[in-house]
């Protein structure tokens, strides 16, 4: 009996909008607040600079992915650098990025319609993870279909504050550093969980018409897009509302909105938010579904994790093991420290990818890439050196607290492997 497999339904323009949908919703509208309260009225400069660091490690992503297409993405990259255990640490810290990830961004959207209807909380973002999960398991082009729509809605979202805040331009202090450019570090920090979502297109590779040249193109197009409108967005907020006012904002864009608009804009850019919201949980689950799929192809994940439903095409054990623990983590309730344990995830396998490049380099000089990172001294490549020093540098600006928490996960997360592994072989 022939064995189900992913259909390949995504083009440049499907596959470019997952990026930008996930990287859109991720932290603009539930994060901008928390970084203005240690940016100050130079919050626009920690994205910038966090764009700078995400840009580093997503040219390095396109060139392997240039290389490979399978939907383990990282997990493969360090196996042909570094070999299957340290693949498995990569795949693992995805996994755990993904999972938290989708509910750092359902507690995003639950605060967005508690301020909206007063609806609780915690019902609210375990409700959206188990919506979206069923959205996962219908099928890959019904996800781009939805994807599209709310990309839609939540650029146009941020367009309209751009646009609002036009009249406003110039009339605040945008170097105000109430921290310092510590606190402007601190901000980049916790906004580069605003720019996560350009690595998660690479898990869409078997999903996707001409991987090897659409993944790449689509990984550098969403990050020039999302940088743009970031940093646009952010100046316009502390434009119109002030620095101090948007950092103790719980729907800090719905407020900018309402300055403008009044009431009705509260409502419009709320809903707008939901949207938002609800498309990167989306695009989160999907992305991490696919890397427990993709592992479990590699054999490094029990079998029965490569599992693919015949009538959906979608791997369907993965799929609800990540929405189980999605909604798991909702349980801790908060949002800041679930997404720096998603950042120092992050932070930790941009590095491991920046080296994996720099040694396939050496390793594989013959493998064909149809996109290659620029700035190289012979084979050397200078940018993913960036990306790592980069990457320690903002790893240095997160509580150790949240990285020793991280090493015990990473930590279980072999323990279990390596027990259920070698359960399975016997």
């Not at 930590?411 to 027990?419: E, I, P, S, Y």
Request: charge should be positive.
């Amino acid at each position: 009996m022939a064995k189900n497999k992913l259909k390949r339904e995504l083009g440049l323009f499907e596959t470019t909008l997952f990026g930008v949908g996930i990287i859109v919703g991720a932290g603009i509208y539930a994060l901008l607040g928390i970084a203005t309260g240690y940016g100050g009225g130079a919050v626009w400069l920690s994205f910038l600079i966090a764009a700078i660091v995400a840009m580093f490690t997503g040219l390095s992503y396109a060139e392997l992915s240039s290389m490979f297409s399978k939907d383990s993405g990282e997990y493969i990259y360090a196996e042909k650098a570094f070999g299957r255990r340290i693949a498995f640490m990569v795949g693992w810290l995805i996994i755990i990025t993904g999972i938290i990830t989708a509910t750092a961004v359902g507690m995003g959207f639950a605060n967005y319609l508690y301020s909206l209807t007063g609806f609780p909380v915690l019902f609210s973002a375990l409700g959206i993870i188990f919506l979206m999960s069923l959205v996962n398991l219908w099928g890959i082009k019904e996800t781009s279909g939805l994807n599209i729509f709310f990309t839609l809605a939540e650029v146009l979202g941020l367009v309209l504050i751009v646009v609002l805040g036009l009249k406003y331009f110039g009339k605040v202090d945008y170097l105000v550093m109430p921290h310092g450019m510590k606190g402007v570090f601190n901000g980049a920090a916790l906004i580069f969980f605003a720019f996560l979502g350009f690595e998660s297109i690479v898990k869409l590779s078997e999903e996707t018409k001409n991987p090897h040249k659409t993944i790449p193109r689509a990984l550098i197009l969403s990050m020039i897009i999302t940088t743009i409108l970031y940093v646009l967005v952010a100046i316009s907020a502390v434009s119109m509302v002030g620095w101090e006012a948007l950092a103790n904002s719980s729907a800090p864009l719905a407020d900018v909105a309402a300055v403008a608009l009044g009431n009705n804009g509260f409502i419009i850019l709320g809903i707008i938010a939901l949207f938002s919201t609800t498309n990167t949980i989306l695009i989160s689950l999907v992305a991490t579904s696919r890397m427990i799929y993709g592992i479990a192809e590699r054999k490094d994940l029990p079998k029965v994790f490569a599992h693919v439903s015949g009538y959906t095409k979608t791997p369907v054990i993965a799929v609800f093991s990540v929405m189980i623990l999605a909604m798991i983590m909702v349980f801790v309730g908060d949002i800041e420290l679930v997404a720096n344990l998603t950042n120092t995830a992050v932070f930790l396998t941009f590095i491991l990818i920046n080296l994996s490049l720099i040694v396939l380099r050496y390793k594989m000089p013959n493998m064909k890439r149809r996109f290659k990172v620029p700035l190289n001294i012979g084979k050397f490549p200078i940018l993913p050196v960036f990306g790592v020093v980069s990457s320690l540098f903002l790893l240095g600006n997160i509580n150790f607290k949240i990285i020793f928490a991280l090493v015990v996960l990473v930590a279980v997360g072999f323990v279990a492997h390596d027990l259920v592994m070698k359960k399975s072989k016997k």
